[in-house]
C-alpha cells in the first residue's frame, strides 16, 4: 500500500479528509476509506449535536435561575411592601380604636352581593366583617377582593364561626397563614366564642362578637385583659352597654337562632358525606314562620338557624 500522511495537525476540514490523508490504490482500499470517513463523520456529528444539547441545556438553566430569582425578587419587595403598609395601618388602627372613631360593624355574607344589602354608601368609621360560607383560604380571599374592590381603603375583620373543633381550628389557621403569604392579612378578627380570644396570639386585633354575649362592664374589663380591643354589646341588652372598651353597632347582621352540628341534610335525606345533597335552599317551618338554614363548611359542615 503505498499511501501517505501529510501532518498538518489538528487543523484539518473534514470534508478534505480523504483526499488530505490517504490516497488508496485499489477499489477495496477505497471503499475501506470511504466507510471510515462515513463513520468518523457521524462520530464528529454526534460530538457536535451533544455539545450543542448542552449548550441549549445551559442556556436554558440559567433562564431558569434568573427567573427564579426575579420571581424572588418580586416576592421579597411585594413582602417588604406589604410589611410597611401592615405597620402604617397598625398604626392607623391602634390610633383609631383609642380615639372611638370605629362605629359600625358591617356584615358581608358570601350572597351578600348577590342580595338587597347596600354597601355603597359606608363611612370610614365601618368595619367590614366576612362571614364566608366556606373557610378555606381561596374562598376567604374571594370575599376579601370583592369588598376591597368596593372599597379600597376599608378595615375588614374576618367573622369566625361560633363553633370550631381541633381540626377547624387548624384549617382556620393554615387558611390565615395562606392568606399572610398572599399579602392578605385582615385588620382585625371577630371572635364569637372563647377559643377565638387565642387569636390575639398570632398578631391579630380581637373583637368581641355578638357570640360572647357582652352584657356588663366586668365582661369587658376581662375581654381586655384577655387582649380584646373593641366590643359588640349583647342583642338582649335593651340599654346602650357600659364599657371600658369601644362599643361597636352590628350592621346587616343576621342573627343565628340556633347553630348545631348535625347535618340537617343526613337527617332529611339519609345520605352520607360522600353523597352531599346540600343545596342552599333548606329552611324550617313552625307556627307560620320560616326560618333559613345557613351552612358554615369547615374541616365539617355546621349550621345556623336564621329568620
Known amino acids: ?23 488508496p490504490e485499489t477499489p477495496n482500499e477505497k471503499h475501506l476509506m470511504k466507510t471510515d ?13 451533544d455539545e450543542e444539547i448542552e449548550k441549549i441545556v445551559d442556556v436554558a438553566m440559567s433562564r431558569e ?25 397598625e398604626v392607623t388602627i391602634r390610633g383609631k380604636v383609642e380615639k372611638q372613631e370605629f362605629r359600625n360593624l358591617t356584615y ?3 350572597d351578600s352581593f348577590s342580595n338587597t344589602d347596600d354597601f355603597s354608601n359606608t363611612k370610614d368609621e365601618n368595619i367590614f366583617a366576612i362571614s364566608p360560607n366556606d373557610f378555606s383560604a381561596n374562598e376567604i380571599m374571594k370575599l376579601y377582593k370583592t369588598v376591597k374592590s368596593i372599597h379600597p381603603d376599608s378595615f375588614v375583620a374576618l367573622d369566625l364561626p361560633i363553633i370550631a373543633n381541633g381540626a377547624d381550628l387548624e384549617l382556620l389557621q393554615n387558611s390565615l397563614a395562606d392568606l399572610k403569604e398572599k399579602a392578605i392579612k385582615f385588620d382585625f378578627v371577630v371572635s364569637n366564642n372563647l377559643y377565638g380570644l387565642q387569636f390575639a396570639n398570632y398578631g391579630y386585633k380581637i373583637i368581641a362578637g355578638f357570640g360572647h354575649n357582652v352584657y356588663n362592664n ?8 384577655l387582649g380584646v380591643c373593641m366590643v359588640v354589646q349583647s342583642v338582649e341588652l335593651e340599654k346602650n352597654l357600659t364599657s371600658v372598651l369601644p362599643v361597636l353597632t352590628m350592621r346587616n347582621f343576621r342573627l343565628p337562632l340556633m347553630t348545631f352540628a348535625h347535618c340537617p341534610y343526613k337527617t332529611v335525606n339519609s345520605n352520607t358525606c360522600k353523597k352531599c345533597s346540600y343545596s342552599n335552599n333548606l329552611t324550617y317551618s313552625k307556627g307560620g314562620k320560616q326560618y333559613l338554614l345557613r351552612r358554615v363548611k369547615l374541616s365539617q359542615c355546621y349550621f345556623t338557624m336564621t329568620n
Not at 2 to 21: K, M
Not at 37 to 43: P, R, S
Open 108 to 110: 358581608i355574607y358570601s
Open 1 to 23: 500500500m503505498s499511501n501517505y500522511l501529510r501532518n498538518r495537525g489538528n487543523d484539518y476540514l473534514l470534508g478534505d479528509f480523504f483526499n488530505d490523508f490517504f490516497v
Open 65 to 89: 435561575v434568573n427567573v427564579a430569582n426575579v420571581k424572588e425578587i418580586e416576592l421579597e419587595e411585594v413582602q417588604e411592601s406589604a410589611g410597611k403598609e401592615t405597620k402604617e395601618s
Open 218 to 225: 366586668l365582661t369587658t374589663l376581662k375581654l381586655k385583659e
Open 37 to 49: 470517513i462515513k463513520e468518523n463523520e457521524k462520530n464528529l456529528s454526534s460530538q457536535i449535536c
